[in-house]
């Protein structure tokens, strides 16, 4: 994304954005009548304040780095994965169904169930890279409408399969969840759960494939350009399908933390879930590189925890945390104009 | 291994613990300071205070989340509660996840009595419930085990019946239709009283009974009325949430280009005549009304008299006004009006049971 940009620039950018979307969010409390200063009190309140809420918070911040780094790595290798909702959907209930069916000492059989989750997201991505590979058709596209059939595949299973006519499957078993209950009297019986631990091990997985192996290299030199790497004597076609087999792997390892640890069931979806789309969000802001996507991540869940809060402690609608999100969004998208005016900034300067 | 599994673990642990007391104490004192003046407040005046958590569809529903908050600010105002963190307030739910969190902030904020409005918080009702024994809980249209948790549900099957008798009065050939979001126990109870209305007034009319699958697809809906309109049916009466506009879509669609063909669509939850306006006719026959407002007031004001009914499954059927038909009569001739009233008569007499399931 920010190639073009120096180093410099690559961290100021979101960094002003983030600045600016608070500034403008501030101006739109004030316009429309609240107190924009007690407004972000109760948001950093809601949201980092007390035990129970920084537990919701990590909660909240766990799905949205693995929808971040599976946004990000095939951004990274030059393709858009707008799946990332629907493999988040599949690995959710892949994990779910797995951590049902079996019987297993929680060594083999909680790994299994995350492996799961992983395997059904790599399996749903695979599908819209092997179909840019062999035949060129857009992955946007395919993915797009892959996520409405995983939204009805996803639940059909849960009503007619693993439950039996059913609005929610049963809770997995003890053996197979990710649930803590030591965090939980940590922090006042949130729902915090060792997902947070799996996030932070995939951003840092992220970046030694990508960055440091062999694979990685030629990932990213097929992102930068198909035919010098083909040139190059790379093989286009399988870097293409094996980037979406990693970036679907890495959504599905969030719909597992989501199954197995935030609600430990699954459950009918009435709409999507949103974390997948959020993803691009978080990988954009996060300017792909892992650490950027942790710490995106970590703004939106403070932000998207904290919005619930505000209401009742300053009055301030939730709604306005959506607002704030798409101003900064919409700042980090138009980088160039940040970029040139830190450009002139500088030139001043001297 | 599992030992030195163990020992990783409780190392990460351990840090986890320190980066987050360390995070914690800078705000704590903000939150603190809040919350024990909110503390306070509560105990000078020792007011009762109620909450409701909304389910992804959000107090502007237009549906039972908008009914159960109107029946929370009207409990506010009768008994001078005011809005916010020390009277009655609600918290709005965006995302699944956040049933869960939304339950056990109103908790941490002192509320005596929490709502959780619709089926999908049941897992987290049961959760934070079990979790807090000292609140009261309430959730509506389910049914969820826990000495602090009452169950709201209602006789939806009293209320079809009769609008199944006004759909037999007002059918010209004898076939009528019955749309349901998604199959399931609680849309089988809107199908099994309609039917058994219709019965009762007109054994020779035929329900014929659809699913669309899904309670926000319109389009999905406005298909499935399209074939039953055209295969002769016409009154259709659904309880399918949003996919129910797509009913009404379509009979308003069929009215407009033919105003002399008899359409009806019942609509269902609450009063849905301005769902059905076309021009100068309209195609609502009437609706079944279901009064969660009705329902959130009284619970709330059994709890602050401390008669609240935990553990308990209280139904509100007809007689407990928590069912009726539509204050929109417009479309309803005398006649029908007066069988209506008779047979609700019955009903709350028990003269007529109705059947609650299919078959």
């Known amino acids: ?350 | 291994m599992k030992k030195r599994k163990y020992g990783v673990a409780l190392s990460m642990v351990l840090a986890a613990g320190t980066v987050l007391a360390a995070c914690g104490s800078d705000e704590a004192d903000t939150g603190t300071d809040e919350g024990s003046t909110g503390g306070e407040g509560a105990e000078e005046t020792s007011e009762f205070k109620v909450a409701m958590v909304t389910d992804t569809g959000g107090v502007d529903d237009k549906s039972f989340n908008q009914s159960a908050w109107e029946g929370l600010q009207q409990f506010g105002a009768d008994n001078g509660l005011e809005e916010g963190t020390d009277g009655y307030t609600y918290f709005q739910s965006n995302n699944d996840a956040d049933y869960v969190t939304n339950m056990n902030t109103a908790v941490r904020n002192d509320f005596n009595l929490v709502f959780g409005i619709g089926f999908l918080l049941n897992q987290a009702i049961t959760d934070v419930a079990s979790q807090n024994p000292d609140t009261n809980f309430a959730l509506v249209d389910d049914v969820s085990e826990g000495d602090n948790v009452a169950s709201i549900t209602f006789k939806e099957h009293e209320g079809s019946f009769l609008v199944g008798v006004a759909a037999a009065m007002a059918t010209e050939s004898d076939q009528i239709g019955f749309v349901g979001g998604v199959e399931s126990d609680l849309i089988n109870k809107f199908a099994a009283g309609f039917q058994a209305g219709v019965e009762a007034v007109n054994p020779d009319a035929e329900v014929q009974i659809e699913f669309a699958g899904d309670f926000n697809d319109a389009a999905g809906g406005q298909q499935i009325a399209a074939s039953m309109y055209g295969s002769g049916i016409d009154v259709i009466y659904h309880a399918a949430g949003g996919t129910g506009n797509g009913v009404f879509t379509e009979a308003k669609n069929l009215k407009q280009q033919d105003p002399d063909r008899q359409v009806w669509v019942i609509g269902v939850d609450r009063d849905q005549w301005e769902e059905g306006q076309v021009g100068d006719d309209n195609v609502t026959l009437t609706s079944m009304v279901k009064r969660v407002d009705v329902a959130v007031q009284d619970i709330s004001t059994r709890a602050m008299e401390g008669d609240f009914p935990g553990g308990e499954v209280i139904e509100y059927g007809i007689q407990e006004e928590g069912i009726a038909i539509a204050e929109s009569q417009d479309n309803l001739s005398q006649e029908m009006l007066d069988e209506i009233a008779n047979y609700q008569q019955q009903i709350v007499d028990g003269e007529i049971e109705v059947p609650s399931t299919l078959e």
């Open chain 1, 1 to 350: 994304m920010f190639n073009q940009f120096s180093r410099w620039q690559k961290i100021m950018i979101p960094v002003i954005s983030v600045v600016l979307g608070l500034l403008v969010g501030a101006i739109v409390m004030l316009v429309s009548g609240y107190n924009p200063i007690e407004g972000y009190a109760a948001l950093l309140s809601g949201s980092l304040g007390e035990g129970f809420y920084i537990g919701e918070t990590i909660r909240q911040i766990t799905p949205y780095i693995f929808a971040g780094l599976a946004v990000a790595f095939a951004f990274r290798t030059g393709l858009f994965n707008i799946g990332v909702e629907g493999q988040l959907l599949v690995g959710w209930v892949a994990s779910v169904w797995v951590g049902l069916a079996f019987d297993l000492p929680k060594i083999i059989h909680l790994p299994m169930a995350i492996l799961a989750g992983a395997l059904a997201g790599a399996l749903w991505a695979f599908v819209p890279g092997l179909l840019k590979a062999k035949l060129r058709v857009h992955e946007v596209i395919v993915t797009i409408m892959m996520n409405y059939i995983a939204l009805h595949l996803c639940n059909y299973l849960v009503r007619y399969v693993i439950s039996d006519g059913q609005n929610t499957t049963d809770r997995v078993p003890e053996s197979a969840s990710l649930k803590s209950p030591f965090f939980e009297t940590l922090t006042e019986f949130s729902t915090m759960h060792y997902g947070i631990f799996l996030a932070l091990a995939a951003a840092i997985i992220y970046f030694v494939v990508l960055e440091k192996t062999t694979t990685g290299f030629e990932l990213r030199s097929v992102g930068f350009n198909q035919h010098a790497s083909e040139y190059a004597g790379m093989n286009v076609n399988r870097n293409i399908i094996l980037s979406m087999v990693i970036s679907g792997a890495f959504a599905g390892l969030g719909g597992a933390m989501e199954g197995l640890g935030t609600f430990g069931y699954g459950f009918i979806h009435g709409a999507f879930s949103g974390v997948g789309f959020d993803g691009i969000a978080v990988a954009l802001l996060g300017g792909n590189v892992a650490l950027g996507v942790i710490l995106a991540a970590a703004l939106f869940g403070i932000l998207k925890q904290g919005a619930l809060i505000m209401p009742l402690e300053s009055g301030v609608p939730t709604e306005l945390v959506e607002i704030v999100i798409a101003i900064i969004i919409f700042f980090v998208a138009s980088s160039y104009i940040i970029a040139y005016l830190l450009q002139r900034l500088k030139k001043g300067a001297k």
